[in-house]
């Protein structure tokens, strides 16, 4: 018997096969079909479902919450039986407060997109290419922080002054507040902004800059100001954490009335550059900060201003009642003659010269300090040459 084709034998009956009918979509529908394929391709690419959680990358994340919202919906779930070829429809829904953690304004903010009216997540007409947002923002993105270590005594000093009453914590209010050396609680983590970058004008005019921010479960993000300003004014619970009181002014106690102005530290560099381990002892870094010392050298080895190496504190001094910018020219005016000529290289090859660095025995800074004290520090000068301070000409 000769083999025919079903084709073959509908053409010897002059009939044609019929085609499938094709149902017309809605726009929604066309929508909340491509966001499916979306999250399929995911599943395929990692061999699981996207899932929650800060750590996770953002689109990951807005994944999560279309997949819980499509699951939740049963319209949803019958358009997409016939393409849900890995059974991910039925698959168990994730915690509602997960789901509320991560809300349309929230994903949208992230993504660096202002909400307009009411939004459906499966419509991503207004979402930024992944490629631009990515370029532009990262900002939900967090990474373990490889030198959490340094940054790890820190956290225990701020939870200890938390307790003693040595700090407080109040509503965030400005995004002036926000400086390197600064404290937060976000999202219920205490989170400590190590560096800041230069700031930029936004295309809407805005004053912005990119941040490295530490938080307490060993993570780190190089977030946007605003972005951190945006996230501590969403979360009812934000809050600035303040600077410690004041302590007493050098080696007394402070008056009623005092205001604290800061601390005068003296630093000692464990840098193998010849010319610092050459002259250990007399290679001192002298400045003038508002907040602890501890945090003023948190990631040291990573800053060229710290010579891209650790740091030890060997002296520091609290200040009152005394303009901290005036004291710190007149500090480097006196030390000038001995400030250090080096050079070195950054983290991307590009050569700096340090300041702040000088080459002069803690005696003298320490008879600097006391001439600080009494007032008559103006009227002096260093002398390289015999290693004392002397009259101003």
């Not at 995004?175 to 400590?192: L, S, T």
Request: aromatic fraction near 6%; charged fraction near 30%; charge should be negative.
């Amino acid at each position: 018997m000769v083999d025919i084709s079903d084709e073959d034998l509908l053409a010897e009956l002059d009939a044609a096969p019929e085609a499938k009918k094709q149902t017309a979509r809605t726009p929604r529908e066309e929508r909340i079909i491509a966001g499916f394929e979306d999250i399929m391709r995911f599943w395929e690419e990692h061999g699981r479902v996207p899932q929650h959680g800060e750590s996770r990358d953002i689109f990951e994340r807005l994944y999560a919450v279309q997949l819980d919202r499509l699951r939740e919906q049963d319209d949803c779930r019958a358009l997409l039986q016939e393409y849900d070829r890995y059974g991910l429809l039925a698959a168990a829904t994730a915690p509602k407060n997960e789901i509320e953690d991560l809300d349309d304004d929230v994903l949208l903010a992230e993504l660096g997109v202002e909400p307009v009216g009411d939004v459906d997540l499966t419509n991503l007409t207004h979402v930024k290419p992944r490629t631009e947002v990515r370029a532009a923002e990262e900002v939900a993105n967090r990474s373990i922080c490889e030198d959490f270590e340094t940054f790890k005594s820190l956290f225990a000093r701020v939870q200890q002054d938390l307790e003693s009453g040595v700090r407080q914590t109040r509503p965030f209010e400005l995004k002036a507040e926000i400086q390197p050396g600064a404290w937060f609680i976000v999202g219920g983590q205490k989170a400590y902004v190590a560096e800041m970058g230069e700031q930029f004008l936004t295309e809407h005019g805005r004053t912005d800059a990119r941040l490295r921010v530490i938080f307490d479960n060993g993570t780190e993000s190089n977030m946007l100001m605003r972005s951190l300003q945006r996230a501590l004014n969403k979360d009812d619970a934000g809050r600035r954490i303040t600077d410690p009181i004041a302590g007493p002014l050098f080696s007394g106690q402070k008056t009623d009335g005092d205001i604290e102005s800061g601390t005068i530290y003296v630093l000692r560099s464990h840098s193998d550059h010849p010319m610092v381990v050459a002259n250990r002892d007399l290679v001192h870094k002298v400045g003038v900060t508002n907040m602890s010392v501890e945090q003023r050298i948190a990631g040291a080895r990573l800053q060229s201003t710290y010579l891209l190496a650790d740091v030890e504190i060997i002296a520091e001094y609290k200040l009152f009642n005394i303009n901290r910018t005036k004291l710190e020219h007149v500090l480097h005016r006196v030390l000038s003659p001995a400030r250090l000529d080096l050079t070195i290289k950054d983290r991307f090859g590009n050569p700096v010269k340090p300041e702040e660095w000088y080459l002069v025995p803690l005696y003298v800074i320490d008879e600097v300090v006391e001439k600080v004290k009494d007032g008559t520090i103006t009227g002096y000068e260093y002398d390289p040459a015999e290693a004392r301070l002397k009259l101003a000409r």
